[in-house]
């Protein structure tokens, strides 16, 4: 049962155009919503965040978007640069409760290619 | 360059065998968390210590066990393996502060089992 899902494998972009990585849950418990990227051979590298009491986060060219009643997400990047290229990862925690705390659930991944 | 530490960067070995990989979370931090990349599965959360007490576990199999030791650094011990424990092992700590959801990771131990 994945409760994280990132439903595009690839996207590609041209450079300086706005990139758009999606992703949907289906654990209402989900209170923490992150993004990843990650470059062959290292390790996930943390982005952005948001929590469920907001709907959007902004840092520089990255916003996260968050759709709670979609239990839908999705990260911008404006503008796109080649350097962005990499496999982008979202993932959610459930903290309310205290059981998991701290546990990420990941997407599969999304890899994104910018074309100069 | 995240802070934390893993070794060793790759490892191969045989099925039956039994292997320790290793993490230093960044300094400060009180929280490691080991995650499972696989080909089919994408990257599982197998298992979370806070200052050296099991917090939270997630599919982590039997054959599999971790421990956090005072000095907060952390193994993670794959015994018995099977051809499909094969796989990239991440280690990840965050603080206890408010930000304990944002974890930094390692650059992973890749594991063939031959």
């Known amino acids: 049962d994945q409760q994280v899902k990132q439903n595009s494998p690839s996207l590609s972009v041209q450079e300086g155009r706005i990139s758009i990585l999606n992703c949907d849950y289906t654990?209402?418990?989900?209170?923490?919503f992150l993004w990843y990227k990650k470059y062959p051979a290292e390790g996930p590298t943390f982005l952005i965040s948001?929590?469920?009491?907001?709907d959007k986060n902004e840092d520089g060219r990255f916003t996260v978007f968050l759709n709670k009643s979609a239990k839908h997400l999705s990260l911008h990047i404006v503008p796109s640069q080649p350097g962005d290229s990499a496999v982008y990862f979202c993932?959610?925690?459930?903290?309310?409760?205290?059981?998991?705390?701290?546990?990420?659930?990941f997407g599969q991944g999304t890899i994104l290619t910018v074309h100069p | 360059d995240s802070g934390v530490t893993q070794t060793p960067k790759h490892l191969i070995t045989a099925t039956g065998q039994r292997v320790t990989l290793r993490c230093s979370p960044r300094?400060?931090?009180?929280?490691v968390y080991w995650y499972q990349q696989s080909l089919d599965q994408g990257l599982q959360f197998l298992i979370q210590?806070?200052?050296?007490?099991?917090?939270a576990k997630g599919n982590i199999l039997e054959r599999f066990s971790a421990q956090q030791f005072p000095d907060l650094h952390s193994e993670l011990n794959l015994s018995s393996l099977e051809l499909g424990d094969s796989a990239l092992y991440f280690c990840?700590?965050?603080?206890?502060?408010?930000?304990?959801?944002?974890?930094?990771f390692g650059p992973g131990t890749r594991l063939t089992v031959l």
């Open positions: 210590y806070y200052n050296g007490e099991e917090r």
């Open positions: 300094s400060g931090d009180l929280s």
């Open positions: 948001i929590s469920s009491i907001k």
């Open positions: 654990n209402s418990m989900f209170d923490y």
């Open positions: 990840a700590s965050s603080d206890s502060g408010s930000n304990y959801n944002e974890q930094f």
């Open positions: 993932a959610a925690s459930a903290n309310a409760g205290g059981t998991s705390y701290g546990k990420l659930t």
